[in-house]
């Protein structure tokens, strides 16, 4: 476990450094020291099972037995395996969907929770309970409200929702989406709250006195004003979708058939599961490096000097 | 989304705040990151309880969390370890799911307790080739009194190329088929013997407005044991043996074409409840239709009695629950007496163990595994120790005719075939897995089925 929880997370961490490390040099190079620890650390847990997963998608091993070298073969099988296709479709199709789903969701209710009254400090704590409980939790709490003879749907009487969620490899993918949505939109809320408590009142009075609604505040100001919140949003979101496993392995285990088995699922069915740790590296591999140009490829986006153009036209 | 984007929106935080928090406040956050490291290192070794005399154990033994077995053997353990005080036996509990991922990674890195539980099969077979378990066939040789008293066919999970690699103990437990009996008053029917006679059952019971079968085909291995059977019923044992020796082209024969069509038209002619493939075996919502009277018949493991009258005791001590043997299939070509499940559990001696643990492991096997208060105390869970000669045993019992009638068919079985997820290697039982999941859902026929099985043969 402990090999497959670092490698997915290397490219979350890998992701950052090159965003700052910019800033630091050109800060002070006396401080340069304060990063060592982390640096260590990441060293020790990110770097090491990263080059120990390289040299392992190289060889044949069960997890048991011997290590033996294997060339190429690993890459060259699974590149032309068609269930690695699959789930490589099926996470970017979650990906895309997620970010379509999660992204105005959030960036409204952020948006609606920023503000000060009462009642909106009350919903904004009810909005964000989700995320005080682990992914296997909700997991398994759905898995027993979609059942189609004892959840909720046949218990409250409701013919409509009695589906096969979990069953029907369509559904299915429509109920990840929902749950991961679930699960994840209030992290993300959070984000854009403190993105627009950071947006200068003065605009919005400036905007008021010019004759600006309420829609246009936020298409004229609130949301250019956001957009480098929106990037760090959609980073988290693209690169986790890319590691997303644990409630994917408890909501479905990759089922029905392969319906949902995205990468993160289809490395550690592979390496755990069928024991092949050989072609699970490989997916580990193709997981960081993806998981790295997406982030680049995001960062890039956002522009280059990014937290020098915030306060725009201040 | 995975939990490693909240790790690093945090990880973000604390650098942004980092230029504005003094010295010493970072300083003190320095000091905690090492704390924060060694915690989450301690959750992969921490974890489960541990029970008997850990301290000064010789040998040790990784066990399954979950009643009643977790307390029927650490009785024992404990039992052995008052009479053999120098020879004790140190006990640690692992959830299941987490016990097969674990030890299997112990293993690899020579870290593995002295005692290896498992079920025998393709697993056991992966452990002899990388020379990780003893060859107890001269042990055995030595302790004939041990190897006598257990069921002969307990013996075939243990043996790799002829050679016996475990102690097959505990229970057995044959997949058999269970029926709701007032539901089959209800509309009139009669239990059915023939596959035809099944099949001729679904229509009456869609009519009366229940599912004619439960199943909990999101587990997938539920969705397996129809196949196991009707394998075995049309074809005989010797098609899947074929299959598990590994031989070309074994899952291509008549009999498997036959076995995978009809399951399709089951699935077709809406033999199983709706949404099945949504429904669950690991909370038990198969067992809760049948009882729930939603469902009229179940095909299931041993093991479902004890849970459903845990769950529904009315119902069955209340002469609603009644069960028998799978259908015979017309013209099939095995013997009605053939059962399908798993024969037994099964121990076995870690290699890289010191002599001095081997010997205690092994002083457990003669003496301490399947003693009477053992034997009993799964009698009185209503489960069948693979031990012969215990008839008057299971006739005391409250549930002696559900005991009776799992004895007869175990230790009368022509052929007792093991599980064939547990029976192939661990990469070949994933793939079949993902197959049967599929086939049920009908998105793959039985020849597309064959073709990939053909494929996923000797790996």
């Given at each position: 476990?402990?090999?497959?929880a670092t490698?997915?997370?290397?490219?979350?961490r890998?992701?950052r450094?090159?965003?700052?490390?910019?800033?630091?040099?050109?800060?002070?190079?006396?401080?340069?020291w304060?990063?060592?620890?982390?640096?260590?650390?990441?060293?020790?847990?990110?770097?090491?099972?990263?080059?120990?997963?390289?040299l392992?998608?190289?060889?044949?091993?069960?997890?048991?037995?011997?290590?033996?070298?294997?060339?190429?073969?690993?890459?060259t099988?699974?590149?032309?395996?068609?269930?690695?296709?699959?789930?490589?479709?099926?996470?970017?199709?979650?990906m895309?969907?997620?970010?379509?789903?999660?992204?105005?969701?959030?960036?409204?209710?952020?948006?609606?929770t920023?503000?000060?009254?009462?009642?909106?400090?009350?919903?904004?704590?009810?909005?964000?309970?989700?995320?005080?409980?682990s992914?296997?939790?909700?997991s398994?709490a759905?898995?027993?409200?979609?059942?189609?003879?004892?959840?909720?749907?046949?218990?409250?009487g409701?013919?409509?929702?009695?589906?096969?969620?979990l069953?029907?490899?369509?559904?299915?993918l429509?109920?990840?989406?929902?749950?991961?949505s679930?699960?994840?939109?209030p992290?993300?809320?959070?984000?854009?709250?403190?993105?627009?408590?950071?947006?200068?009142?003065?605009?919005?009075e400036?905007?008021?006195?010019d004759?600006?609604?309420?829609?246009?505040q936020?298409?004229?100001?609130?949301?250019?004003?956001?957009?480098?919140?929106?990037?760090?949003?959609?980073?988290l979101?693209?690169?986790?979708?890319?590691t997303?496993?644990?409630?994917?392995?408890?909501?479905?285990?990759?089922?029905?058939?392969?319906?949902?088995?995205?990468?993160a699922?289809?490395?550690?069915?592979?390496?755990?599961?069928?024991?092949?740790?050989?072609?699970?590296?490989?997916?580990?591999?193709?997981?960081?490096?993806?998981?790295l140009?997406?982030?680049?490829?995001?960062?890039?986006?956002?522009?280059?000097?990014?937290?020098?153009?915030?306060?725009?036209?201040? | 989304?995975?939990?490693?984007?909240?790790?690093?929106?945090?990880?973000?935080?604390?650098?942004?705040?980092?230029r504005?928090t003094?010295?010493?406040?970072?300083?003190?956050?320095?000091?905690?990151?090492?704390?924060?490291?060694?915690?989450l290192?301690?959750?992969?070794?921490?974890?489960?309880?541990?029970?008997g005399?850990?301290?000064?154990?010789?040998?040790?033994?990784?066990?399954?969390?979950?009643?009643?077995?977790?307390?029927?053997?650490?009785?024992?353990v404990?039992?052995?370890?008052?009479?053999?005080?120098?020879?004790?036996?140190?006990l640690?509990?692992?959830?299941?799911?987490?016990?097969?991922?674990?030890?299997?990674?112990?293993?690899?890195?020579?870290?593995?307790?002295?005692?290896?539980?498992?079920?025998?099969?393709?697993?056991?077979?992966?452990?002899?080739?990388?020379g990780?378990?003893d060859?107890?066939?001269g042990?055995f040789?030595?302790?004939?009194?041990?190897?006598?008293?257990?069921?002969?066919?307990?013996?075939?999970?243990?043996?790799?190329?002829?050679?016996?690699?475990?102690?097959?103990?505990?229970?057995?437990?044959?997949?058999?088929?269970?029926?709701?009996?007032?539901?089959?008053?209800?509309?009139?029917?009669?239990?059915?013997?023939?596959?035809?006679?099944?099949?001729?059952?679904?229509?009456?019971?869609?009519?009366?407005?229940?599912?004619?079968?439960?199943?909990?085909?999101?587990?997938?291995?539920?969705?397996?044991?129809?196949?196991?059977?009707?394998?075995?019923?049309?074809?005989?044992?010797?098609?899947?043996?074929?299959?598990?020796?590994?031989?070309?082209?074994?899952?291509?024969?008549?009999?498997?074409l036959?076995?995978?069509?009809?399951?399709?038209?089951?699935?077709?002619?809406?033999?199983?409840?709706?949404?099945?493939?949504?429904?669950?075996?690991?909370?038990?919502?198969?067992?809760?239709?049948?009882?729930?009277?939603?469902?009229?018949?179940?095909l299931?493991?041993?093991?479902?009695?004890?849970?459903?009258?845990?769950?529904?005791?009315?119902?069955?001590t209340?002469?609603?629950l009644?069960?028998?043997?799978?259908?015979?299939v017309?013209?099939?070509?095995?013997?009605?007496?053939?059962?399908?499940?798993?024969?037994?559990?099964?121990?076995?001696?870690?290699?890289?163990?010191?002599?001095?643990?081997?010997?205690?492991?092994l002083?457990?096997?003669?003496?301490?595994?399947?003693?009477?208060d053992?034997?009993?105390?799964?009698?009185?869970?209503?489960?069948?120790?693979?031990?012969?000669?215990?008839?008057?045993?299971?006739?005391?019992?409250?549930?002696?005719?559900w005991?009776?009638?799992?004895?007869?068919?175990?230790?009368?079985?022509?052929?007792?075939?093991?599980s064939?997820?547990?029976?192939?290697?661990?990469?070949?039982?994933?793939?079949?897995?993902?197959?049967?999941?599929?086939l049920?859902?009908?998105?793959i026929?039985?020849?597309?089925?064959?073709?990939?099985?053909?494929?996923?043969?000797?790996?």
């Amino acid at each position: 476990m402990s090999v497959s929880a670092t490698t997915t997370r290397a490219p979350a961490r890998s992701a950052r450094p090159a965003g700052t490390s910019e800033h630091k040099s050109v800060k002070t190079g006396s401080v340069a020291w304060m990063a060592l620890p982390a640096l260590l650390f990441f060293l020790f847990f990110g770097g090491v099972p990263l080059v120990g997963v390289v040299l392992l998608s190289f060889t044949q091993w069960d997890g048991i037995g011997a290590i033996s070298w294997l060339g190429i073969g690993n890459w060259t099988s699974v590149l032309a395996d068609p269930v690695m296709w699959k789930a490589m479709g099926l996470t970017f199709g979650i990906m895309i969907f997620s970010w379509l789903v999660q992204t105005p969701l959030a960036l409204l209710l952020g948006v609606f929770t920023a503000g000060t009254q009462r009642y909106r400090a009350f919903l904004a704590v009810l909005y964000f309970l989700p995320l005080l409980m682990s992914a296997a939790a909700i997991s398994i709490a759905y898995k027993a409200l979609l059942d189609p003879n004892f959840g909720l749907a046949a218990s409250l009487g409701i013919p409509i929702l009695v589906q096969n969620w979990l069953g029907s490899p369509t559904l299915v993918l429509f109920v990840v989406i929902f749950v991961l949505s679930w699960m994840y939109v209030p992290f993300h809320s959070l984000i854009y709250q403190g993105g627009v408590r950071q947006i200068p009142k003065t605009m919005y009075e400036a905007a008021s006195i010019d004759g600006a609604g309420t829609v246009r505040q936020f298409f004229s100001i609130t949301l250019p004003q956001l957009k480098y919140t929106i990037i760090t949003s959609s980073t988290l979101m693209v690169v986790g979708s890319m590691t997303s496993f644990d409630l994917i392995f408890v909501l479905t285990g990759g089922g029905p058939g392969d319906a949902t088995r995205v990468l993160a699922l289809d490395m550690y069915l592979r390496g755990f599961r069928a024991n092949q740790m050989g072609p699970a590296s490989v997916i580990a591999v193709l997981i960081v490096l993806i998981g790295l140009a997406l982030a680049q490829l995001l960062q890039r986006v956002g522009g280059k000097d990014k937290s020098s153009s915030q306060m725009e036209g201040m | 989304m995975s939990s490693s984007t909240r790790s690093q929106a945090l990880t973000s935080t604390t650098t942004g705040t980092v230029r504005a928090t003094s010295r010493r406040q970072f300083l003190s956050m320095i000091a905690l990151a090492p704390v924060a490291g060694s915690a989450l290192a301690a959750c992969g070794t921490s974890g489960p309880g541990s029970a008997g005399s850990g301290a000064d154990a010789v040998a040790t033994e990784w066990y399954l969390s979950g009643e009643p077995s977790e307390s029927i053997t650490t009785d024992a353990v404990n039992a052995f370890n008052e009479a053999n005080p120098d020879q004790a036996i140190g006990l640690t509990f692992f959830q299941n799911d987490a016990y097969k991922t674990k030890i299997k990674t112990a293993i690899g890195a020579g870290q593995a307790p002295t005692i290896i539980y498992g079920w025998g099969g393709g697993t056991l077979g992966s452990y002899v080739q990388a020379g990780q378990v003893d060859d107890l066939t001269g042990w055995f040789d030595q302790n004939v009194a041990v190897r006598d008293r257990l069921f002969p066919s307990s013996f075939g999970p243990a043996t790799v190329d002829g050679k016996l690699y475990a102690l097959p103990n505990e229970t057995v437990t044959p997949i058999v088929m269970y029926y709701n009996d007032e539901l089959f008053e209800k509309v009139g029917a009669s239990k059915p013997t023939t596959w035809d006679e099944l099949v001729a059952l679904v229509p009456v019971f869609r009519e009366a407005g229940v599912a004619p079968l439960s199943l909990g085909g999101q587990s997938r291995w539920t969705s397996m044991m129809w196949l196991e059977y009707l394998f075995d019923r049309i074809g005989g044992d010797q098609v899947f043996a074929d299959i598990a020796a590994a031989k070309p082209d074994a899952w291509n024969t008549p009999a498997a074409l036959d076995a995978l069509t009809k399951v399709q038209d089951l699935v077709r002619a809406g033999g199983f409840v709706d949404g099945f493939e949504s429904v669950t075996a690991d909370s038990n919502a198969d067992q809760a239709l049948l009882y729930t009277g939603r469902a009229a018949m179940m095909l299931h493991g041993a093991w479902c009695y004890g849970a459903m009258k845990n769950d529904a005791a009315d119902f069955v001590t209340g002469g609603k629950l009644s069960f028998g043997p799978f259908p015979t299939v017309t013209g099939g070509a095995g013997d009605p007496s053939n059962a399908v499940g798993n024969p037994g559990q099964y121990m076995s001696v870690f290699s890289q163990a010191s002599q001095e643990a081997k010997d205690a492991a092994l002083a457990f096997f003669a003496d301490g595994i399947m003693t009477d208060d053992v034997i009993q105390a799964y009698i009185d869970n209503g489960q069948v120790p693979i031990v012969t000669g215990i008839e008057d045993k299971l006739a005391a019992s409250d549930d002696a005719e559900w005991l009776d009638f799992v004895y007869q068919l175990a230790s009368k079985a022509a052929v007792f075939t093991q599980s064939w997820d547990q029976a192939l290697s661990p990469s070949t039982a994933e793939a079949l897995l993902t197959n049967i999941e599929q086939l049920f859902a009908l998105s793959i026929d039985p020849q597309a089925f064959i073709t990939t099985m053909n494929a996923t043969l000797g790996q």
